[in-house]
T-cell receptor
Framework: AQSVAQPEDQVNVAEGNPLTVKCTYSVSGNPYLFWYVQYPNRGLQFLLKYITGDNLVKGSYGFEAEFNKSQTSFHLKKPSALVSDSALYFC?????????????FGKGTKLSVIP | DAGVIQSPRHEVTEMGQEVTLRCKPISGHDYLFWYRQTMMRGLELLIYFNNNVPIDDSGMPEDRFSAKMPNASFSTLKIQPSEPRDSAVYFCALRRNTEAFFGQGTRLTVV
């Protein structure tokens, strides 16, 4: 069975500082990895994905994530946090094989950027 | 939120009543999913459809839950009878290629 772990329920960071939201995964075969963001009273919005190729992927709003196969991690990063980045962030994984359908989400990490 | 419209946005109902949540995917997709989000469990996959056919409903918590997709532009999730522990935010999502697109969700409160 595939799974995602987001070890931190909450991350606090000062505005302008770099931020990291951690994610590790478990899946059979090669993974497809995703980050989503959820603002209050909204659905999840896609941020970025890793399918294949360069381990460092860049996404929306200045976010990036690094795929590390040996550590089975896909941490989300941003060089300089904004107050508007405060939201709930979800990491998700799906197996890459044909017929793989299920996107498994982590429990989410609440990011608070302090002015 | 682009591509998926859910209604109602909020629903408050009394225990024992029937509740129907609606989802309208407004653009092309190959899969449609229903998720439930709670503080305790996070996001749980309830059921998914491929080409309007239910493929896996193993995530549906009980027989009180049922879902249909009569055509590519409409799906419903029904709870009958509803219970307070069903209170959650229910999301419909569609998958296009490798990405999933979520609706804004329906916040259900059963009192």
């Amino acid at each position: 069975a595939q799974s995602v772990a987001q070890p931190e329920d909450q991350v606090n960071v000062a505005e302008g500082n770099p931020l990291t939201v951690k994610c590790t995964y478990s899946v059979s075969g090669n993974p497809y990895l995703f980050w989503y963001v959820q603002y209050p009273n909204r659905g999840l919005q896609f941020l970025l994905k890793y399918i294949t190729g360069d381990n460092l992927v860049k996404g929306s709003y200045g976010f990036e994530a690094e795929f590390n196969k040996s550590q089975t991690s896909f941490h989300l990063k941003k060089p300089s946090a904004l107050v508007s980045d405060s939201a709930l962030y979800f990491c998700a994984v799906r197996a890459s094989g044909a017929g793989s359908y299920q996107l498994t989400f982590g429990k989410g990490t609440k990011l608070s950027v302090i002015p | 939120d682009a591509g998926v419209i859910q209604s109602p946005r909020h629903e408050v109902t009394e225990m024992g009543q029937e509740v129907t949540l609606r989802c309208k995917p407004i653009s092309g997709h190959d899969y449609l999913f229903w998720y439930r989000q709670t503080m305790m469990r996070g996001l749980e996959l309830l059921i998914y459809f491929n080409n309007n056919v239910p493929i896996d409903d193993s995530g549906m918590p009980e027989d009180r839950f049922s879902a249909k997709m009569p055509n590519a532009s409409f799906s419903t999730l029904k709870i009958q009878p509803s219970e307070p522990r069903d209170s959650a935010v229910y999301f419909c999502a569609l998958r296009r290629n490798t990405e999933a697109f979520f609706g804004q969700g329906t916040r259900l409160t059963v009192v």
